[in-house]
């Protein structure tokens, strides 16, 4: 396996009114390709920040980073499934899956079908032709989520994508992301702010400090595959979470006092 | 059916005539018109509140309807009792329906001075027809009072839309630009546009003809615009754009897929402004000079005291308004797809 994405020592300061602010301290990863690794931390350590970045729509202002390409010259190298989704209102369901496939310049013949197939996946395909004002939160959660893998990048990029889906529906999306994940062998780095998710979904949590953001720590999850549902109940999970949440605990805590 | 509120209404409804009764005999009827008007029409509305209430689901919406229609001819029907009773004065205030016999003697009668009537003299279209075809149909309605306001104030607004559009985006998208561009906007944006006809007038050939009123709404709707689509631009949520690169969305692709239809809304509710602007400045250019016009129309009975025909000169800008308007609907329902559902709401 290669590195597909590495940070070192990396810094994001804004500069606005106020003065400087750091919204990012110091990240260094590491990310091979076809891992599934997931981020978690406290709201306002950086996350989006940080992945933003990493998709090339902004910069560090310190700091190495390097994302390495594949083979494929057409294969796009990221694509992002943002927090607020980002689908275009103006789109319908089917027109916003196929945009990447349009900007390429895929005949929309070709785009068409495969933005269907995807749809016909996450079972929207009877929403192809609404527009996004008239689907449900849940709905258009997942059709930026294959927004992205209709596009069919190298690297997958979320950021927080089932956080304002309700328990049920997260864990049916949660199963049906592990098993594209299964079939695309995509690098992936997943936001999160649910813990369970994170080491339920990924093959390494990154634990991320109180801003400004640091990746503090690194946690392999060696729970075999497949995981179903009932991977929540196994001794290892419980034990890996009161592990990770002894340490997340503390920075949420950090966190909040910072608010005040 | 609810028992509580039918006994309301049918103490209400005979208190309600009881009272009228009583200010009637007490000569309020005559000496506190507005004072009785007002007090009518708060319990009026109160009882058809109520009874609205009362109506079962299944009529809902064309009781609601009926609501819509009838309340205004209520009103037109008081206000006609009023007028020809001499309660309210008829000069300033002619009953609706002389208004409206003037409104259609205005439509057949040509007017002495312009020698032309609002739509420009529609019995001789059909004489017309079988002399010069459609075209002399064509220039009957343009000597029209209609026409001459209607071509004004859409050449004007599209004269003045589309360089305020490109303006628009360009300042919007290049900070350069907004910058060196802001201030002198502004500071035009808020002087009234109809101040400058003056020196407009004095930079056509023909001062006295349709080229500087067209080009004085076109100003107005131009700086209007301009500072619109400019903000449009500048509202269009980051993550649209973020969005747009990371998908491969750059230069005038990104124009076409993302800024353009990301601002197009907020243009149109724009357009809808600017459009009522247009129609303010118009008629108030007729009002200062011209030889034809709805404005001129008006200003011209102001000056023979024929009031009935303000009001329809009035009702006139109203329906030329209502039209133009619907025009506008219209484009923005087959430009924005995506806004149809909520539109005619
Ligand atoms: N463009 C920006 N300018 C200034 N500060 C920013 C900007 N974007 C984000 N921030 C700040 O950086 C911090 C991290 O933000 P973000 O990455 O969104 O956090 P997270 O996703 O972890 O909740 C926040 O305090 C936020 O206010
Ligand atoms: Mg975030």
Same mark, same amino acid.
């Given at each position: 396996?290669?590195?597909?994405?590495?940070?070192?020592?990396?810094?994001?300061?804004?500069?606005?009114?106020?003065?400087?602010?750091?919204?990012?301290?110091?990240?260094?990863?590491?990310?091979?390709?076809?891992?599934?690794?997931?981020?978690?931390?406290?709201?306002?350590?950086?996350?989006?920040?940080?992945?933003?970045?990493?998709?090339?729509?902004?910069?560090?202002?310190?700091?190495?980073?390097?994302?390495?390409?594949?083979?494929?010259?057409?294969?796009?190298?990221?694509?992002?499934?943002?927090?607020? #989704?980002?689908?275009?209102?103006?789109?319908?369901?089917?027109?916003?899956?196929?945009?990447?496939?349009?900007?390429?310049?895929?005949?929309?013949?070709?785009?068409?079908?495969?933005?269907?197939?995807?749809?016909?996946?996450?079972?929207?395909?009877?929403?192809?032709? #609404?527009?996004?004002?008239?689907?449900?939160?849940?709905?258009?959660?997942?059709?930026?989520?294959?927004?992205?893998?209709?596009?069919?990048?190298?690297?997958?990029?979320?950021?927080?994508?089932?956080?304002?889906?309700?328990?049920?529906?997260?864990?049916?999306?949660?199963?049906?992301?592990?098993?594209?994940?299964?079939?695309?062998?995509?690098?992936?780095? #997943?936001?999160?702010?649910?813990?369970?998710?994170?080491?339920?979904?990924?093959?390494?949590?990154?634990?991320?400090?109180?801003?400004?953001?640091?990746?503090?720590?690194? #946690?392999?999850?060696?729970?075999?595959?497949?995981?179903?549902?009932?991977?929540?109940?196994?001794?290892?999970?419980?034990?890996?979470?009161?592990?990770?949440?002894?340490?997340?605990?503390?920075?949420?805590?950090?966190?909040?006092?910072?608010?005040? | 059916?609810?028992?509580?509120?039918?006994?309301?209404?049918?103490?209400?409804?005979?208190?309600?005539?009881?009272?009228?009764?009583?200010?009637?005999?007490?000569?309020?009827?005559?000496?506190?018109?507005?004072?009785?008007?007002?007090?009518?029409?708060?319990?009026?509305?109160?009882?058809?509140?109520?009874?609205?209430?009362?109506?079962?689901?299944?009529?809902?919406?064309?009781?609601?309807?009926?609501?819509?229609?009838?309340?205004?001819?209520?009103?037109?029907?008081?206000?006609?009792?009023?007028?020809?009773?001499?309660?309210?004065?008829?000069?300033?205030?002619?009953?609706?329906?002389?208004?409206?016999?003037?409104?259609?003697?205005?439509?057949?009668?040509?007017?002495?001075?312009?020698?032309?009537?609002?739509?420009?003299?529609?019995?001789?279209?059909?004489?017309?027809?079988?002399?010069?075809?459609?075209?002399?149909?064509?220039?009957?309605?343009?000597?029209?009072?209609?026409?001459?306001?209607?071509?004004?104030?859409?050449?004007?607004?599209?004269?003045?839309?589309?360089?305020?559009?490109?303006?628009?985006?360009?300042?919007?998208?290049?900070?350069?630009?907004?910058?060196?561009?802001?201030?002198?906007?502004?500071?035009?944006?808020?002087?009234?546009?109809?101040?400058?006809?003056?020196?407009?007038?004095?930079?056509?050939?023909?001062?006295?003809?349709?080229?500087?009123?067209?080009?004085?709404?076109?100003?107005?709707?131009?700086?209007?615009?301009?500072?619109?689509?400019?903000?449009?631009?500048?509202?269009?949520?980051?993550?649209?754009?973020?969005?747009?690169?990371?998908?491969?969305?750059?230069?005038?692709?990104?124009?076409?897929?993302?800024?353009?239809?990301?601002?197009?809304?907020?243009?149109?509710?724009?357009?809808?402004?600017?459009?009522?602007?247009?129609?303010?400045?118009?008629?108030?250019?007729?009002?200062?000079?011209?030889?034809?016009?709805?404005?001129?129309?008006?200003?011209?009975?102001?000056?023979?005291?024929?009031?009935?025909?303000?009001?329809?000169?009035?009702?006139?800008?109203?329906?030329?308004?209502?039209?133009?308007?619907?025009?506008?609907?219209?484009?923005?329902?087959?430009?924005?797809?995506?806004?149809?559902?909520?539109?005619?709401?």
């Amino acid at each position: 396996m290669s590195v597909k994405i590495r940070c070192q020592g990396c810094q994001k300061v804004y500069r606005t009114a106020e003065g400087e602010f750091t919204a990012i301290g110091d990240a260094t990863l590491q990310i091979e390709e076809g891992q599934f690794v997931c981020i978690v931390g406290p709201s306002g350590c950086g996350k989006s920040t940080l992945l933003k970045i990493i998709a090339g729509l902004d910069y560090f202002t310190a700091g190495e980073f390097d994302v390495r390409h594949g083979e494929s010259r057409d294969q796009p190298i990221n694509n992002v499934v943002f927090q607020e #989704y980002a689908i275009f209102p103006w789109r319908t369901v089917l027109e916003n899956v196929a945009f990447g496939l349009e900007m390429r310049g895929i005949s929309k013949k070709i785009r068409t079908e495969i933005a269907r197939e995807w749809l016909q996946k996450v079972g929207l395909s009877k929403f192809a032709n #609404y527009f996004p004002d008239q689907i449900s939160g849940g709905m258009k959660q997942r059709v930026a989520i294959i927004r992205a893998l209709a596009n069919d990048p190298e690297i997958l990029l979320m950021d927080e994508p089932l956080g304002a889906l309700d328990a049920q529906s997260r864990l049916l999306i949660q199963e049906e992301l592990l098993k594209l994940w299964d079939e695309t062998k995509k690098t992936v780095l #997943y936001v999160t702010h649910s813990l369970d998710e994170a080491i339920f979904l990924g093959d390494e949590v990154l634990l991320m400090s109180a801003n400004p953001g640091r990746i503090i720590k690194r #946690y392999p999850i060696t729970i075999e595959r497949p995981r179903s549902i009932n991977t929540m109940n196994t001794g290892d999970f419980t034990r890996t979470r009161s592990e990770i949440w002894e340490k997340l605990a503390v920075e949420v805590g950090r966190s909040m006092a910072n608010q005040q | 059916m609810n028992p509580e509120k039918s006994i309301k209404l049918s103490v209400q409804i005979p208190l309600f005539l009881l009272l009228n009764l009583v200010l009637y005999f007490l000569d309020l009827w005559t000496n506190q018109v507005l004072m009785c008007l007002v007090i009518d029409v708060i319990i009026f509305g109160k009882i058809v509140n109520d009874a609205m209430k009362l109506v079962p689901v299944r009529y809902k919406k064309s009781s609601e309807r009926f609501v819509t229609l009838l309340f205004p001819i209520l009103l037109l029907s008081i206000w006609e009792i009023f007028a020809s009773t001499g309660k309210i004065n008829p000069t300033w205030f002619p009953e609706p329906t002389k208004i409206l016999a003037s409104l259609w003697e205005l439509i057949t009668v040509p007017e002495k001075f312009s020698e032309t009537t609002l739509l420009g003299r529609p019995w001789m279209i059909l004489e017309r027809y079988q002399e010069q075809g459609l075209e002399g149909v064509w220039k009957l309605i343009e000597e029209g009072h209609v026409w001459a306001t209607l071509y004004r104030v859409v050449m004007g607004f599209v004269i003045g839309l589309v360089p305020a559009v490109f303006c628009g985006f360009l300042m919007g998208m290049n900070k350069t630009i907004r910058l060196m561009f802001d201030s002198i906007l502004s500071a035009i944006y808020v002087l009234p546009k109809i101040a400058i006809f003056p020196i407009v007038m004095l930079v056509f050939a023909d001062p006295f003809g349709d080229a500087p009123r067209i080009a004085v709404v076109a100003l107005s709707v131009f700086f209007m615009m301009t500072i619109h689509t400019m903000g449009a631009v500048q509202n269009i949520e980051g993550i649209y754009i973020l969005a747009g690169h990371n998908y491969g969305a750059h230069g005038l692709k990104l124009f076409f897929k993302v800024i353009l239809p990301g601002s197009l809304p907020s243009i149109f509710s724009g357009m809808r402004v600017a459009l009522g602007m247009a129609l303010i400045v118009i008629i108030a250019v007729e009002f200062l000079r011209a030889e034809k016009g709805v404005g001129y129309l008006i200003y011209y009975n102001w000056e023979i005291l024929a009031p009935e025909k303000m009001y329809a000169g009035l009702i006139t800008v109203m329906l030329i308004g209502i039209l133009t308007t619907l025009v506008l609907k219209l484009l923005q329902y087959l430009a924005l797809p995506w806004k149809r559902h909520s539109l005619f709401k």
